[in-house]
Every structure is written in structure tokens, then in C-alpha cells.
């Protein structure tokens, strides 16, 4: 069966701009998290959508949003850019309870210059 | 809150030696278990869980890990390393109403 599909896999875009990732999980996955990795930070929860609401968030400013469809599939969008931004963006689908696991995308690479 | 704790942000082996990757967790009620891998520009692959059925857990690529309550640990090992295993690991937790939450990440190193 297909994996978790993220889209684009790499964007650059310029200090102020916004921009949209989007996260398609494996079918029958209800579940959709998103993290950010960077070299200094490490992976970091930005969000989880499950059945289309906001289960849970981190610790990230407003303008990381997010959101689930009724299919699923999910849109993170980060709003001026700022350089500190530049990172993988990696989202993971899960059927949605503790025990089951998450399944990750290869991840989107952002670079804001 | 629940949190991870990876000891040692790089490690290296010689083939064919023991991998031992250090991971301690921080967690009111026993959490469930995570490691994963992840290869330059990919993302992360489930090497293996632990979700209370056993403590001593197999994964993929000959991985293992044991959950010892008493220790608050969950250490990866592979008897014997390959060039191939080169990668980030990553331990994470999770408890049910929570986010998964990941430890800082371990490089492996592998020398011929």
C-alpha cells in the first residue's frame, strides 16, 4: 500500500513570504502529525490532526496552522517566513491511538533565504 | 510530560561489533516505545515498539531493544554492525492523549 506522500519535497522561498506543505497518510489512517527537524533542535511536534480537529499542539508560534480534510489529508501553512524557518518538515500518519505507531513521510525541505 | 533522553550524540563501531544506543525516558505511566532510523535526506523508519506485550522487543535489521521499567531505559542493540547501518536513531515516546516526542538523535558511525 502507499506510503505517507508529502508534497513538494524541496521549496525555497524568501524571508516574509507564506507557504503551504501538504501531507496525503497512508489510507485508513486517521491520525496526522507534524514535526520540524533542524541540526540545532532536533525533531519538534508541531501539530497532530485527528478525524479534522486539532488533538494536540507544541510549543510553535501562530504562524504555524494547520489542517486536516475529511480525507485525511493535511496542509500545514507557515506564514512570514522568517530565516529561522529553514527546515525538514516531516509528517507521519497513524491510525490514531498510543500504541499503533506513526509512519512517516520523507519529509519537505524548506529553505527561506 | 513525558520526555527522552539519548545518551551519547554520536557513537562509533567497527564492523561486526556490538551497537549499543542509550535511551532513558521520563514518564508518569509506562509510555509506549519507540525507535526509529533515518538515512541522510529521508524520513524516519520504524525500527521497532514496545507497547507492554514483551519487554525484550525484535525489530528489523537484526535491531533489539529492552524495556526495563526499574532503569527507565529502552537500549537499541545489534550484535553486529554493518556499513549499512550507518544512520540518526532516534528513541521516542508516547502516552495515550499525547504527541509522540523524540530524544535529540544518536549518529551511528560504522568503520571497516
Known amino acids: 500500500k502507499a506510503g505517507v506522500t508529502q508534497t513538494p519535497r524541496y521549496l525555497i522561498k524568501t524571508r516574509g513570504q507564506q507557504v503551504t506543505l501538504s501531507c496525503s497518510p497512508i489510507?485508513?489512517?486517521?491520525?496526522v502529525s507534524w514535526y520540524q527537524q533542524t541540526p540545532g533542535q532536533g525533531l519538534q511536534f508541531l501539530f497532530e490532526y485527528f478525524s479534522e480537529t486539532q488533538r494536540n499542539k507544541g510549543n510553535f508560534p501562530g504562524r504555524f496552522s494547520g489542517r486536516q480534510f475529511s480525507n485525511s489529508r493535511s496542509e500545514m501553512n507557515v506564514s512570514t517566513l522568517e530565516l529561522g524557518d529553514s527546515a525538514l518538515y516531516l509528517c507521519a500518519s497513524s491510525l490514531g491511538r498510543a500504541g499503533y505507531g506513526y509512519t512517516f513521510g520523507s519529509g519537505t525541505r524548506l529553505t527561506v533565504v | 510530560a513525558q520526555s527522552v533522553t539519548q545518551l551519547g550524540s554520536h557513537v562509533s563501531v567497527s564492523e561486526g561489533a556490538l551497537v549499543l544506543l542509550r535511551c532513558n525516558y521520563s514518564s508518569s505511566v509506562p509510555p509506549y516505545l519507540f525507535w526509529y532510523v533515518q538515512y541522510p535526506n529521508q524520513g524516519l523508519q520504524l525500527l521497532l515498539k514496545?507497547?507492554?506485550?514483551?519487554?525484550l522487543v525484535k525489530g528489523i535489521n537484526g535491531f533489539e531493544a529492552e524495556f526495563k521499567k526499574s532503569e527507565t531505559s529502552f537500549h537499541l542493540t545489534k550484535p553486529s554492525a554493518h556499513m549499512s547501518d550507518a544512520a540518526e536513531y532516534f528513541c521516542a515516546v508516547i502516552k495515550a492523549g499525547t504527541a509522540l516526542i523524540f530524544g535529540k538523535g544518536t549518529t551511528l558511525s560504522v568503520s571497516s
Open positions: 514496545y507497547t507492554s506485550a514483551a519487554t
Open positions: 489510507s485508513g489512517h486517521r491520525s
